[in-house]
C-alpha cells in the first residue's frame, strides 16, 4: 500500500454522520499502525467507537473477555493467523456480526478464504476514506 496517498490528508473534511454517533462498536483487527491509525480516525469521525487490535490473538482474547462488536472489520493477512479465522471465532460468539475484510493482496483474495457471504464484504487496500466509511455502513445497515 502507497503510504503517500493522497486521500489521507483530507479525513478532517469527512462530514460527521450523526445516525451512527454513539450506538455502534466496530472491532478493527489490523497489523499495519498507519492504516490502523487512519481507520480508526475516519471511523470515529463518521461516529462509531472504535476498537482495535492488531493480531488475531490479541482480537480473539478481547471477544473472549466480553466485547461483543456491531461488526468486525479485519485484514485477511495478519501475523498470527487469518482474517477468516477471526470472523469463525467471532460468528460463535455473536453470529450474524457482519465483516468486512480488508487486504492488499488481490481480488482472487475473496475466493481463496472463502470470505463471501451475505454479511460480509471485500475493500481492498488501498481504500480512501469515503470506501471505507460507506463499505461500513452498508454492511450494518444490512444487519438492521
Known sequence: MSRNCQC?????ELPLTESAKGKQTLLLVEDDRLVQNVAIRVLERAGYSVEHA????EAASRVESGLVPDLLITDVMLPDGNGRE???VLTEVSPGV?????SG????VVAEFGLQG???KFLQKPFTPTALRDSVAELLAAKC
Open 54 to 57: 492488531s493480531s488475531v490473538r
Open 105 to 108: 493482496y488481490p481480488d482472487d
Open 86 to 88: 477471526l470472523a469463525d
Open 118 to 120: 451475505p454479511a460480509s
Open 8 to 12: 489521507w490528508p483530507r479525513i478532517s
Open 98 to 102: 457482519p465483516v468486512l475484510f480488508i
